[in-house]
């Protein structure tokens, strides 16, 4: 799938503004940002993109004390992948959790090792919010083992690889929208030995299957996390269950919590590293969401 960057120029330029045009055209379907002094960088599918719908978002900051300006770039599928691979380098989570390429050689072995066929637009383990979900499922493995896991928006698989290699209950559910996802996950698994241990679906949060789950990890973004997640919910045993949420900035925590606290979920702990944010959530047991 190719893809459209779209750079956005801001004038004076501040983290702020930067989050605030983000929210803003992430109803428009893009799916990944990055921020560089001066510019918010915003990538989209190709066939989703509609530049004048851009501008009429973009104008909305006309007379703001914020100047916008942007640039259109075409990011082809075989450039995005191989600049991403050319410059992967192994991840280490806890001391305990090795992510690594196949052709990485010679590294020091940790108790769990997991080798990805890596690709950008599907996650490595780089990104703060796969490894607060490493970490955190490494804390909770407890909790984990012989529970029912569903790894919602899967992309290479790596959180349902890590829950199924932590004893998570066989077989392990990942689900993603992307067929490429799914593919990518597929192939890891037998590159991981627990192809037997996976079961991966294409489809989005209407997949679900009510009460079959005890864990749900959803590491997405904020708007699909807002939209789907009475879909987690349903999903959850009638006993009670835990969803872990990330792939949202510090930010949209309170909005995610009124969301939660809507459908019978608390609090349980949180984590946050460089602005980006982790929420581990209870399903209480006396309030079942129908």
């Not at 960057?5 to 428009?28: D, G, N, Q, T, Y």
């Not at 909305?60 to 914020?66: H, K, T």
């Not at 012989?146 to 829950?163: E, N, Q, S």
């Not at 929420?279 to 079942?288: A, G, I, T």
Request: charged letters at 25%; a negative charge.
């Amino acid at each position: 799938m190719d893809y459209i960057a779209v750079h956005i120029r801001i004038e004076p330029f501040s983290e702020a503004w930067a989050e605030i045009v983000e929210a803003e055209i992430e109803e428009l379907g893009f799916d990944s940002f990055t921020v560089e002094d001066p510019f918010l960088n915003a990538f989209i599918p190709k066939d989703l993109f509609s530049e004048p719908n851009l501008k009429t978002m973009l104008s909305a900051f006309d007379g703001a004390e914020v100047r916008l300006s942007h640039t259109v770039e075409l990011v082809k599928e075989q450039n995005w992948n191989a600049a991403w691979e050319s410059d992967f380098e192994p991840v280490v989570v806890g001391d305990q959790v090795t992510v690594r390429a196949t052709y990485h050689k010679d590294l020091p072995r940790t108790r769990y090792n997991i080798v990805i066929d890596p690709q950008m637009s599907f996650g490595s383990g780089h990104h703060q919010t796969t490894t607060m979900m490493i970490e955190q499922l490494l804390e909770d493995r407890r909790l984990l083992k012989g529970k029912a896991v569903l790894d919602m928006g899967c992309g290479t698989g790596i959180l349902a690889i890590v829950a199924a290699k932590l004893g998570a209950a066989v077989p392990v559910h990942a689900v993603d929208i992307d067929p490429r996802c799914c593919r990518s996950t597929v192939a890891n698994a037998r590159r991981n030995r627990v192809p037997h241990k996976l079961i991966t679906v294409c489809g989005d949060a209407s997949v679900l299957i009510r009460g079959q789950y005890d864990i749900v990890l959803a590491n997405i973004n904020r708007n699909i996390l807002l939209a789907d997640m009475v879909s987690y919910v349903r999903a959850l045993k009638p006993q009670g269950g835990r969803i872990l949420l990330s792939g949202f900035y510090t930010a949209d925590i309170p909005m995610l919590l009124e969301k939660a606290a809507s459908l019978g979920l608390t609090e349980v702990s949180r984590r946050s590293r460089d602005d980006w944010a982790l929420l581990v959530l209870q399903k209480e047991m006396w309030k079942l969401y129908e």
